[in-house]
């Protein structure tokens, strides 16, 4: 069993040292707004981020999650859609600091955040037809937790274009009846958005014998998986080690998806533990931008 240097570990950022909760990145339900949504009121309570942000705009901020509070955390829109703006805001500390802790870093935050909130919020729930009439989110997807999932899924896949998210789903589904994983799909156009939002060219392998995706100017190989079984362990390392020997990899990566509990992503993780193959990192989806801007820098 060949085992990992110290200077081959330096390499490669590891799960333990790129992992934020998940909340911060990803939205189950409303009650991640509301944990997220609080985390940041209970920073600016104990006065971290009174460098970045004036008490005009601190108010603001206080303001608004008392109104959210006050009408309940559970289908609020405004609530939902505050809690977006705070993940991009922390998606962007997370690229210029190569990570964030909201004790020494925080988010720029607007006097004007009420307006903004409600202004973006209007914007995604309507849109206009050809024909010229405004079609209402609410009227699509009357169910709050569905709505605010397709607004989530807009904004992260497809920069707010509602029909290009809709076009999706009749492709996806299309792709799904012959045969694709949708979970799987899910997860490649993730990664894919990630490696664009970067300008990193990425090649899309279909090769059975080694990883998803390469990224040459990286010298990164990317292995998607929505589920990992004992069985599938050494055909997993074979993988992965042909990619190693037919591209020279710098980097591998297994990407897993985010709602896998701890305990399968501790189980996951025993291959890169195990240092069989020691460029190797294995991450959930939420890391992997952390995880690429780290290498950048290498």
Not at 156 to 176: A, F, I, Q, T, W
Not at 227 to 254: G, H, P, Q, W, Y
Request: proline share 3%; with cysteine.
């Amino acid at each position: 069993m060949k085992t990992t240097s110290k200077k081959e570990s330096s390499l490669r950022p590891s799960a333990t040292n790129l992992s934020t909760p998940i909340y911060h990145r990803r939205r189950r339900d409303w009650r991640d707004d509301q944990y997220l949504i609080e985390e940041v009121l209970r920073h600016l309570e104990e006065g971290n981020g009174s460098n970045q942000n004036t008490p005009k705009s601190i108010a603001a901020f206080k303001k608004i999650v008392s109104e959210i509070a006050s009408a309940g955390f559970q289908s609020n829109d405004r609530a939902f859609t505050l809690a977006i703006w705070i993940r991009e805001q922390l998606t962007e500390l997370a690229v210029q600091h190569g990570g964030y802790d909201l004790r020494v870093h925080f988010l720029k935050i607007s006097s004007n955040i009420g307006e903004i909130i409600s202004a973006r919020y209007e914007k995604f729930v309507n849109f206009e037809h050809q024909t010229g009439n405004i079609i209402s989110l609410d009227i699509l997807f009357p169910d709050p937790e569905i709505r605010s999932h397709v607004l989530e899924r807009v904004q992260l896949l497809h920069k707010g274009n509602l029909l290009s998210y809709l076009d999706s789903l009749v492709k996806g589904e299309r792709e799904s009846l012959s045969g694709e994983s949708a979970t799987i799909m899910d997860l490649i156009h993730i990664c894919e958005e990630k490696l664009k939002q970067r300008n990193l060219k990425t090649i899309s392998n279909f090769n059975a014998n080694e990883v998803d995706l390469l990224v040459p100017g990286l010298s990164l190989g990317i292995e998607i998986r929505d589920a990992l079984c004992s069985s599938d362990r050494e055909d997993l390392i074979r993988v992965l080690m042909n990619t190693n020997s037919s591209k020279n990899t710098k980097f591998l990566v297994v990407i897993c998806p985010d709602d896998l509990s701890d305990l399968l992503f501790y189980n996951w993780r025993e291959i890169e533990r195990s240092g069989i193959v020691p460029n190797l990192s294995v991450l959930r989806v939420g890391d992997l931008g952390k995880y690429l801007d780290k290498i950048s820098l290498n």
